[in-house]
């Protein structure tokens, strides 16, 4: 039977609007359907209904009710798919007053089997194409279905596609969330399997073939590998793209990077997946020992080298013969350990502090230090040689402000490394805080983050919130947040100037002078922006030590002086009465 469009009333529109808001409220999809039936139901005054959804094997009755608002069985059976496929075709509703009387239906062989009477279908639009169909019947009366009713279910069915389509998304999503998350559980189980194993493995190794010395730690050095190196940035894939093709080879490795950058956790990653990583991994820092410290720590020494040196000592290069030897700041090298080592790297031997005679050692050297080698070289202050057999391979590691991407996946990491003991499920931070963290440039790179990550979870037991973050850290995001909210451009260029002077005169210790050197102003000019912007400057505590010197400098010129000092001349003759001129003049 063909429609009209005749319009529904206000009141009917309201219902349908009142029915849409509770069936879009309602997330889980059997839920939803049983749902838009009942109503759909109840709008018709149809005895059952179905909802048909289309699926890439073919139609599918994922909802049957009745009247009562009871769940019907065997639902595939109960409908038409002749009237299922007119829908289809025509894209409109299909409405009969008696489906065995039709003309067009006298062919169907469903519809007498089934002995249809009244039947009323109504497509579900989802854009261009349709996901299903509400098919409502009367097996026992006919002329159930007017024109209005068909009208009524069709615009109810346009907002309960809407609800469908949210809902089966929601659903996939949901799937995909629990195939991801089992797919995470199969991949943990595997790492954790292949650890265990391979620490059985380095375990056995040790017993056998190192027979480490009692200084070793019982348990042996952890084998570090490329799951503990978090980074999916380009900057980091890059690295660890080097690492890949230099992995399986024994190269000498020198590896430049600011502090913080993880410069250890790459040479432990070359050692202990490389073709040494069976044999012993020893580290030390050349800049916290003095010259001949650091000849004991390397080379070892013999009884009676130096006052205190009571016994022989086994230095790093001939413990760890056969394995790795990792020397970090090496740019801090005295010109005659810089001799010394590249003894090693040349001749294979070394001589312990205070010995005559060479032992021979077989070690892999990767050298870092977070200063430019080569323009030391070109500078005199580290040797060209040494330089060149440190410099095989270099690998330059980021600072973490180059690979800010990186930054949510290392939060994460090092709370769950450092959860003291809450549980992992406690464990969360808010989308503000990533925010803040990503947007601060840490200075102190990874190491700084990783203390700023232990800090806010002891202060949030377990939940990061961006108010337990360190106000540096905050400042730069909540900033840019205050720019976004206010477009009035006078007062934000009026805040960012005010901000900057701020941050000159605290970093000039309130002298004005070298504030307004640091902001490339004159001191008149920062004078009139204090006075403007009303900052207020941190206190200057100028000594009799600075006062004398200063004087000194203008060779008396007190107005000059007090120029140089940042200060008012007024202030400056206070500070000498107050100080005593003798005694300034005397320091």
């Known amino acids: ?40 139901i109840q709008l018709s005054g149809a005895e059952r209904g179905f909802v048909v959804l289309f699926k890439e ?31 289809t075709q025509t894209r409109n509703a299909v409405l009969t007053l008696d489906a065995g009387e039709e003309a067009k239906l006298k062919g169907s062989e469903s519809v007498h089997r089934m002995k249809l009477r009244s039947v009323l279908a109504v497509p579900l639009k989802s854009g261009e194409s349709i996901q299903g169909v509400i098919y409502l019947d009367n097996r026992f009366a006919s002329g159930v279905f007017q024109e209005n009713h068909a009208k009524v279910v069709s615009v109810f069915a346009d907002q309960a596609s809407l609800a469908i389509s949210h809902a089966r998304l929601l659903e996939d999503n949901r799937q995909r969330q629990k195939e991801l998350e089992n797919n995470q559980k199969m991949i943990l189980r595997l790492n954790k399997a292949l650890e265990d194993r391979v620490a059985d493995q380095a375990s056995e190794l040790e017993k056998v073939k190192l027979q480490l010395e009692s200084q070793q730690d019982a348990e042996g050095p952890r084998a570090d590998r490329y799951q503990e190196i978090i980074g999916e940035s380009h900057a980091m894939k890059e690295v660890l793209k080097t690492l890949d093709r230099i992995i399986e080879s024994d190269v000498t490795v020198y590896i430049h990077g600011e502090s913080g950058t993880g410069k250890e956790l790459i040479a432990r990653a070359l050692h202990y997946n490389g073709p040494r990583k069976a044999k012993i991994y020893v580290s030390t820092n050349c800049a916290s020992y003095s010259e001949t410290l650091l000849e004991s720590e390397l080379f070892g020494h013999v009884r009676g080298a130096f006052t205190g040196a009571e016994r022989d000592k086994k230095g790093m290069f001939e413990y760890a013969d056969g394995g790795t030897v990792f020397l970090d700041e090496v740019a801090d090298m005295s010109p005659g350990m810089q001799a010394k080592l590249l003894r090693v790297l040349q001749e294979g031997e070394i001589r312990p502090l205070g010995s005559n005679k060479t032992i021979k050692v077989n070690v892999r050297i990767i050298s870092a230090t977070n200063k430019d080698l080569g323009e030391l070289v070109k500078e005199g202050k580290f040797r060209k040689d040494l330089f060149y057999r440190l410099n095989v391979v270099r690998i330059n590691l980021p600072a973490l402000r180059e690979r800010k991407p990186d930054i949510p996946a290392l939060a994460q990491h090092f709370m769950k490394k450092n959860k003291m003991g809450i549980p992992e499920n406690f464990l969360s931070i808010e989308p503000a805080a990533i925010k803040a963290l990503m947007t601060y440039d840490w200075p102190g790179n990874i190491r700084e983050l990783e203390n700023e990550i232990n800090r806010a979870l002891v202060m949030g037991k377990g939940e990061i919130t961006k108010e337990l973050l360190s106000e540096n850290v905050r400042e730069k995001y909540e900033f840019e947040e205050e720019m976004m909210r206010d477009l009035n451009l006078d007062r934000q260029v009026s805040n960012f100037e005010k901000r900057i002077i701020d941050r000159a005169l605290q970093e000039s210790q309130g002298n004005k002078v070298k504030a307004a050197k640091l902001l490339g102003i004159s001191r008149f000019t920062l004078h009139q922006k204090i006075r403007n912007l009303e900052i207020e400057p941190p206190k200057r505590r100028v000594t009799p030590e600075e006062v004398a010197r200063v004087l000194k400098e203008c060779k008396g010129n007190k107005a000059l002086a007090a120029r140089k000092l940042g200060i008012q001349r007024q202030t400056l003759y206070h500070k000498l009465d107050r100080f005593g001129q003798k005694e300034v003049e005397n320091s």
């Open 57 to 87: 094997e073919g139609i599918e009755v994922q909802s049957a009710r009745n009247m009562d608002k009871e769940s019907l069985k065997k639902a595939r059976e109960k409908v038409s798919t002749s009237i299922i496929r007119e829908v």
């Open 1 to 40: 039977m063909t429609l009209t469009d005749s319009q529904l009333d206000i009141p009917t529109y309201e219902k349908i609007f009142e029915i849409s808001k509770r069936i879009l409220a309602q997330m889980n999809l059997d839920r939803l359907l049983d749902l838009i039936l009942d109503e759909a």
